[in-house]
Nanobody, 129 residues
Framework: VQLQASGGGLVQAGGSLRLSCAVS????????MGWFRQAPGAEREFVGF????????YYADFVKGRFTISRDNAKNAMYLQMNGLKPEDTAVYYC???????????????????????WGQGTQVTVSS
């Protein structure tokens, strides 16, 4: 299974970017997909994930309605639309896929990077002030 993240770049504060995650080697359907980010010197941070089982997306509090995760099963791809970008959003963004199918009561475990089996290589997002 390979994940390929793309779409990063340099944008001014308030701007938008759309990240893509292309999945090969396994169907996107029937798996939970997540986005994380990592700034220099910081730990990998949860951004959001899309639950295949419950047909719902979950986001980190700092997203506050600015980011939207979507997927296109026909293209075997996932997307992260980011609007209202801030300098503090500067980081390498990673997409990830989880093989687990947790019950709803344990759904918050998908906020942890340890729950994911496969990772993309990351794409740099830089937001200038």
């Amino acid at each position: 299974v390979q994940l390929q993240a793309s779409g990063g770049g340099l944008v001014q504060a308030g701007g938008s970017l759309r990240l893509s995650c292309a999945v090969s080697g396994r169907t996107l359907n029937r798996y939970n997909m997540g986005w994380f980010r990592q700034a220099p010197g910081a730990e990998r941070e949860f951004v959001g994930f899309d639950s295949w089982r419950y047909k719902k997306t979950y986001y980190a509090d700092f997203v506050k309605g600015r980011f939207t995760i979507s997927r296109d099963n026909a293209k075997n791809a996932m997307y992260l639309q980011m609007n209202g970008l801030k300098p503090e959003d500067t980081a390498v963004y990673y997409c990830a896929q989880s093989s687990s199918q947790l019950v709803l009561s344990a759904i918050d475990r998908y906020r942890q990077p340890e729950e994911y089996d496969y990772w993309g290589q990351g794409t740099q997002v830089t937001v200038s002030s």
